[in-house]
């Protein structure tokens, strides 16, 4: 069992930058991959980035450039840096894990607001 915990989330303006973080109950060194999800009103869910077991990070095209995917393998978080938040970067922001046989864990989530 994996547990996640979001946070880092909040009520930014346009412009603004946020650092998102997830917390695992696990050494994430030992996790096949994790990654950084959002879902925003009314959409379905999508994927950000993701890091694998060797800590080599990959992007979604429309978000590469402005969001920043990093870990700490000592602290077994993995971080999200958003920077010129738009308003459409409004969405529930969601961590995962997955371990080497395939299990697939969710946080719960932290909300990111941007308007003026």
């Known amino acids: 069992q994996v547990q996640l915990v979001e946070s880092g989330g909040g009520s930014v303006q346009p412009g603004d930058s946020l650092r998102l973080s997830c917390v695992a109950s696990?050494?994430?060194?030992?996790?096949?991959?994790m990654g950084w999800y959002r879902q925003a009103p009314g959409k379905q869910r999508e994927l950000l980035a993701t890091i694998d077991s060797n800590g080599k990070s990959n992007y979604r095209e429309h978000v590469r450039g402005r969001f920043t995917l990093s870990r700490d393998n000592d602290k077994n978080a993995i971080y999200l840096d958003i920077n010129d938040l738009k308003p459409e970067d409004t969405a529930d922001y969601y961590c995962?894990?997955?371990?080497?046989?395939?299990?697939?864990?969710w946080g719960q989530g932290t909300q990111v607001t941007v308007s003026s």
């Open positions: 696990v050494t994430i060194s030992s996790l096949y991959a």
């Open positions: 995962d894990a997955r371990t080497w046989s395939l299990d697939h864990y």
